[in-house]
T-cell receptor, first 115, second 116 residues
Framework: AQTVTQSQPEMSVQEAETVTLSCTYD???????LFWYKQPPSRQMILVIR????KQQNATENRFSVNFQKAAKSFSLKISDSQLGDTAMYFC????????????WGLGTSLAVNP | DAGVTQSPTHLIKTRGQQVTLRCSPK?????VSWYQQALGQGPQFIFQ???????QRGNFPDRFSGHQFPNYSSELNVNALLLGDSALYLC???????????????FGPGTRLTVL
């Protein structure tokens, strides 16, 4: 069975600082995708960043980057220059490649960015 | 492009009742997935519809059923509501795969269901 584990229920960071959110996962598949989604109080789930398992290079999207350690099955999210608008729930998710497979989600990390 | 839309926004029902939630996918998308997100939890996959048929199903009882229409919009029906069905129900749509191995799922704002 596939699982996603987020061991940090809550985190906080000062504005302009850097924070790292942790995620570990388990899958027996070779070709899969990992995601970080952001869910602000508005409830809209927004994709932050995506990593394809067969790509060794870590994904980067502006202030957001990941540290993908395939052997360790670890997928952390680093947010640089944190902004007040980054305050939200962050979910790590996993899916197999092909046929728009279902997403398997972690429990989430609540991130508060303080002024 | 309106993106993924869901209706209603909020809904209050009592135990034993039936409910229908609706989802309109993003323009050009043909696949619709439904997720249940209990308070303080991550979403749980309910099922996915493609070409008007249920393609995948998560670990949910038969009380949860769905439908996809020719215009790709979808409904989620829940019969014999239980208190534990109270949750945020999220709909996500994605475009045809083509030669790609994965297409991003775009989410709607969700329907908050409260069962009393």
């Amino acid at each position: 069975a596939q699982t996603v584990t987020q061991s940090q229920p809550e985190m906080s960071v000062q504005e302009a600082e850097t924070v790292t959110l942790s995620c570990t996962y388990d899958t027996s598949e070779n070709n899969y995708y990992l995601f970080w989604y952001k869910q602000p109080p508005s409830r809209q789930m927004i994709l932050v960043i995506r990593q394809e398992a067969y790509k060794q290079q870590n994904a980067t999207e502006n202030r957001f980057s990941v540290n993908f350690q395939k052997a360790a099955k670890s997928f952390s999210l680093k947010i640089s220059d944190s902004q007040l608008g980054d305050t939200a729930m962050y979910f790590c998710a996993l899916t197999n490649a092909g046929n728009n497979r279902k997403l398997i989600w972690g429990l989430g990390t609540s991130l508060a960015v303080n002024p | 492009d309106a993106g993924v839309t869901q209706s209603p926004t909020h809904l209050i029902k009592t135990r034993g009742q039936q409910v229908t939630l609706r989802c309109s996918p993003k323009s050009g998308h043909d696949t619709v997935s439904w997720y249940q997100q209990a308070l303080g939890q991550g979403p749980q996959f309910i099922f996915q519809y493609y070409e008007e048929e249920e393609r995948q199903r998560g670990n949910f009882p038969d009380r949860f059923s769905g439908h996809q229409f020719p215009n790709y919009s979808s409904e989620l029906n829940v019969n014999a509501l239980l208190l534990g069905d109270s949750a945020l129900y999220l709909c996500a749509s994605s475009s045809p795969l083509g030669k790609r191995s994965y297409n991003e799922q775009f989410f709607g704002p969700g329907t908050r269901l409260t069962v009393l």
